[in-house]
């Protein structure tokens, strides 16, 4: 037998070989089709139910910040203010949120306020609303008797479609809570009932969100919510009604089939086609074209530093994983990984150490992750993996791998550098979900573990997408805010033991037009995460040595932040506003916390000697609670030790604070420092300061921060009580 021959047989063999699979293709192609469309209706319907559920959370995400407010209990409870409901809740319910009714009910369950479509109406107008949410009220009302599940879930909502009239609405009953220190008059609180039509707001939205065909709202009896139809059920109507959202499926076995036929047809003529054409090409030149192919292609798509996919290969490979996911039912990982503080190795060694950790975090990976997994590196120090065919468990036992496996010293040829990452992980069980959006769940999951503290991994969780527009919306208000200055300051007076105000603490108070106050606790952490602290201390000290102007041998203290400490240009700044306000440094005291100390940089050590040479006094903050050791104390020019409120708060009864207080006082008198004791709100508290030796004392048992205008008033009513007590505790003769 010829060569020719040969080749004509095994050419018609894999031409047979062809054929026949086309054929069984099409034949199983066929079979499948009914199944398919049935998955894909069950499969549509788990998605929407998941959505409806989703839908609900975020609905009370949402009205979080109007029912978890001081504020709120005090003007909707304590006393009731007609004008702050429809501004805080009608307003900013009805209208920022869409809700086209709101309802504010007394603790007796009795309407006091009612907003709907964008008018404020009588209270009476709940009548329509009543029956349909007892049930719901009733819940909430059982819940908030517990008080430890109240704690425990913050925020107290129930939601449930209803049907208002012959329109379904998602409504929502929410407990109104304090969120720092307000307290209802009786034992229970008011209720805020919310309602939104679901028929235009969740037919539009999940049509176009999933991709709904001729999506409706129907109201059917009970006997029919079996059937052929794709719907999921929303609610019951009170008369046994069942509200469903229904939608014509997608049939994809179908579609398939007839999208498949022509196309197998061509594919069998093109194999042919093709077979024949390439039988004919020189194994030579096909072996040189190949290799020639293969060398160019791993040059596109891999990192010439690491040998890594790049970020073309990298989004190939989650597409093609993404798309496994329609054929294969199952789990997709992506985990996105950042070194941390990677700057300092390339501006402590040089940019060729930082390639060596690169490189050696590349080789790491390799080692941690399976064959079937994709390594990328994205850029600089970022790195990504794809994980197919996990669980949520196997994502996580892979990033706690890489937290590990990133971790410790790593010897370079210059020196050692410390290693660690932090992970961002997102997964997900379903096509729909598009590849730029699994990636951008990764990247926001990453941020939230490097704003936990790094050095650890963080998987994906919707409310961190609300968690961070709230945060972006906040600090696009106190960016606004200081730009405007529309931040104030408030002054908290510091006394002697008779009472006597030797001084005041300056503090930053934020009013928003539309949140109202918000809390030092939230905007302060705010500001310096995203690097705004320095604005706001230089806005509060400019304020304070104006206010310091009205009051004579009176000592002001500001608080000074670690960033403000360490920007180079900082002691300059204080010292041009003391000149453009006129104020003495004599009459000021910085305070500053035991982090900047613990930087214990030349840079911090130098400026902290300047503000001491233009006449500045110091003292550590919130001292007891960090890592400041008495070599800290002697280095730098401390003034004055404020003992942090953690300690005071214990007092007296905890002996264990009772002798850390006692032992702070006893450290400070060695060294000549005085001591200022924090959050002192007892009598207690004061008695047992007093005994130990503390000189200063702040707190709300003393006084509460209040505007300059008041601290003189304050200031001398404070001495003549001080001096009558005195008075009065002489012996007569």
Not at 64 to 75: C, G, L, Q, S
Not at 350 to 375: K, W
Request: with cysteine; hydrophobic share 45%.
């Amino acid at each position: 037998m010829n060569r020719n021959n040969i080749e004509l047989k095994i050419f018609g063999l894999i031409v047979g070989m062809a054929a026949a699979m086309v054929l069984l293709a099409a034949g199983l192609l066929f079979t499948a089709t009914r199944q398919a469309d049935l998955r894909e209706r069950q499969y549509e319907q788990t998605l929407v139910g998941n959505g409806l559920r989703q839908r609900g959370k975020e609905v009370q995400t949402a009205l979080n910040p109007y029912v978890i407010w001081d504020e709120a209990i005090h003007k909707l409870d304590n006393d009731f203010d007609l004008a702050w409901a429809n501004q805080n809740i009608g307003t900013s319910i009805g209208g920022a949120l869409g809700y086209s009714a709101v309802f504010v009910l007394d603790a007796d369950n009795r309407p006091i306020y009612g907003h709907m479509n964008g008018t404020d109406v009588a209270p009476s107008s709940f009548d329509i609303y009543a029956a349909q949410t007892q049930r719901l009220i009733d819940q909430v009302r059982a819940i908030e008797t517990d008080p430890v599940k109240v704690a425990k879930m913050r925020a107290v909502h129930v939601t449930r479609v209803e049907l208002i009239g012959r329109e379904p609405v998602l409504v929502t009953v929410s407990l109104v809570r304090p969120d720092l220190k307000a307290r209802t008059r009786g034992a229970r609180a008011p209720l805020v009932v919310s309602g939104m039509p679901v028929a235009s707001s969740v037919v539009k939205a999940f049509s176009e969100r999933f991709l709904l065909k001729n999506a409706r709202i129907e109201i059917i009896p009970a006997s029919e919510i079996k059937g052929e139809h794709a719907q999921t059920l929303m609610g019951r109507a009170p008369d046994g009604r069942r509200i469903v959202l229904r939608w014509d499926p997608r049939k994809p076995g179908a579609e398939l089939l007839r999208q498949a036929t022509p196309i197998l047809s061509l594919a069998a003529l093109a194999a042919g086609i093709g077979a024949m054409m390439l039988f004919r090409v020189t194994r030579r030149a096909a072996k040189k074209l190949l290799l020639s192919e293969a060398e160019a292609k791993h040059l596109a798509l891999h990192d010439p530093l690491t040998g890594l996919a790049n970020r073309t290969l990298f989004t190939d490979r989650l597409v093609h994983a993404h798309a496994l996911l329609r054929r294969k039912p199952g789990y997709l990982g992506v985990l996105c990984v950042d070194l941390d503080r990677f700057k300092e190795v390339n501006d402590s060694y040089g940019h060729d150490a930082g390639d060596q950790v690169i490189r050696e975090v590349a080789r790491r990976l390799q080692a941690i992750c399976r064959e079937t997994d994709t390594i990328c590196r994205l850029g600089g120090d970022e790195f990504a993996i794809i994980q197919p065919d996990t669980t949520p468990a196997g994502c996580a036992t892979l990033a706690q791998r890489v937290v590990e496996g990133l971790s410790g010293e790593l010897d370079l040829s210059i020196g050692r550098a410390e290693l660690s990452c932090s992970v961002g992980v997102a997964v997900v069980s379903d096509a729909d979900q598009g590849q730029a959006e699994m990636l951008r769940q990764a990247d926001v999951a990453l941020y939230r573990a490097k704003e936990a503290g790094r050095g650890r991994y963080c998987f994906f969780e919707p409310e961190m997408d609300a968690a961070l527009r709230l945060r972006k919306g906040l600090e696009r208000d106190l960016r606004a805010a200081i730009d405007q200055e529309r931040l104030t300051v408030a002054y908290q007076p510091l006394t002697d033991a008779r009472g006597v105000i030797l001084g005041v603490e300056a503090l930053a108070r934020w009013n928003d037009p539309e949140r109202g106050d918000i809390s030092p606790a939230i905007f302060i952490p705010l500001a310096e995460s995203t690097g705004l602290i320095a604005a706001i201390g230089r806005l509060v000290f400019r304020r304070a040595c104006y206010d310091s102007l009205r009051w004579s041998g009176l000592e002001v203290s500001v608080n000074v932040s670690a960033l403000q400490l360490s920007l180079p240009g900082f002691v300059d700044e204080i010292e041009q506003i003391l000149a453009e306000t006129g104020a003495e440094a004599s009459g000021f005291v910085l305070e500053i916390t035991e982090t900047a100390l613990l930087k214990d940089s030349d840079g911090v050590h130098d400026a902290l000697r300047r503000i001491k040479r233009l006449g500045f006094r110091l003292a550590l903050d919130d001292f007891g609670t960090g890592y400041a050791s008495l070599a800290y104390l002697r280095r730098h020019p401390i003034d004055k030790l404020k003992i942090d409120r953690s300690f005071v708060s214990n007092l007296p009864p905890d002996v264990e604070a009772t002798s850390v207080a006692g032992a702070i006082i006893s450290l400070a008198k060695s060294l000549g420092l005085k001591t200022t004791a924090e959050g002192v709100e007892t009598q207690g508290q004061f008695d047992t300061l007093v005994k130990l030796g503390c000189v200063e004392f702040q707190g709300f048992l003393l006084a509460r921060p209040m505007p300059a205008h008041e601290i003189a008033a304050a200031r001398e009513t404070r001495q003549a009580l001080a001096n009558a007590a005195k008075v009065s505790s002489r012996p007569r003769r």
